[in-house]
């Protein structure tokens, strides 16, 4: 079974497009992050919710707007996609404590979308 | 603020020999610590993680690493080297967790280590 999914794998899209990567985990985790890895594979973290809350907000666009209706999903929606969004984008899981992510957490990540911007 | 250095961005080892990823990291608390393996085209997975307890972590495939204070690094270390072996390894530091504040993990610029036959 797998445990952090995405979908799609793969996604080809002109500029200007607006587009959604979905992301679900079957681990039962309370927090659920995306991350960006561009070409030089520096990975940075872009958003974490913790139980469907927003935790973690980087400085990403806000083209950009995840969404979580469960905690078991975190959709990823892109508007007006841009040449430099192009890279891969992946979805991680981890389980936490009381009150939200410990820096002690295994993160458990799924196997990336890559995204190409024409 | 608390940042992560991989000393090298690309490593080559014959296999059979020792594998050696440098990492020194900084932090304002008292970080958790971790190596992640990437191979080609593939998710991130964990390989082993410090969290303040044993300084020598024992990981998967062999894989050990070391929380050394006195020199703020962890680096990792493999006794022999497998072709198998051959993928990007980013270190990570993590801290601070539980508040709202800006993001408190982050990753090294990753390490690409490559097996010759």
């Known amino acids: 079974d797998t445990a952090v999914s995405q979908t799609p794998k793969y996604l080809v899209t002109q500029m200007g497009n607006d587009k959604s990567i979905k992301c679900e985990q079957n681990l039962g985790h309370d927090t659920m992050y995306w991350y960006k890895q561009d070409s030089k594979k520096f990975l940075k973290i872009m958003f974490s919710?913790?139980?469907?809350?927003?935790?973690i907000n980087e400085t990403v666009p806000n083209r950009f707007s995840p969404k979580s209706p469960d905690k078991a999903h975190l959709n990823l929606h892109i508007n007006s996609l841009e040449l430099g969004d192009s890279a891969v984008y992946f979805c991680?899981?981890?389980?936490?404590?009381?009150?939200?992510?410990?820096?002690?957490?295994?993160?458990?990540f799924g196997p990336g979308t890559r995204l190409t911007v024409l | 603020a608390q940042s992560v250095t991989q000393l090298d961005s690309h490593v080559s080892v014959s296999e059979g020999t020792p594998v050696l990823l440098r990492c020194n990291y900084s932090s304002s608390y008292s970080p958790s610590l971790f190596w992640y393996v990437q191979h080609p085209n593939k998710g991130l997975q964990l390989l082993l993680k410090?969290?303040?307890?044993?300084?020598l972590v024992k990981g998967i495939n062999g894989f050990e690493a070391e929380f050394k204070k006195s020199e703020t690094s962890f680096h990792l270390t493999k006794p022999s080297a497998h072709m198998s072996d051959a993928a990007e390894y980013f270190c990570?530091?993590?801290?601070?967790?539980?508040?709202?504040?800006?993001?408190?993990?982050?990753f090294g610029s990753g390490t690409r280590l490559s097996i010759r036959p």
């Open positions: 410090y969290t303040s307890a044993a300084t």
């Open positions: 919710y913790n139980n469907k809350e927003l935790i």
């Open positions: 991680a899981s981890s389980q936490d404590g009381t009150r939200g992510p410990l820096s002690t957490d295994t993160q458990y």
């Open positions: 990570v530091v993590s801290d601070g967790w539980g508040s709202s504040s800006a993001s408190k993990i982050i």
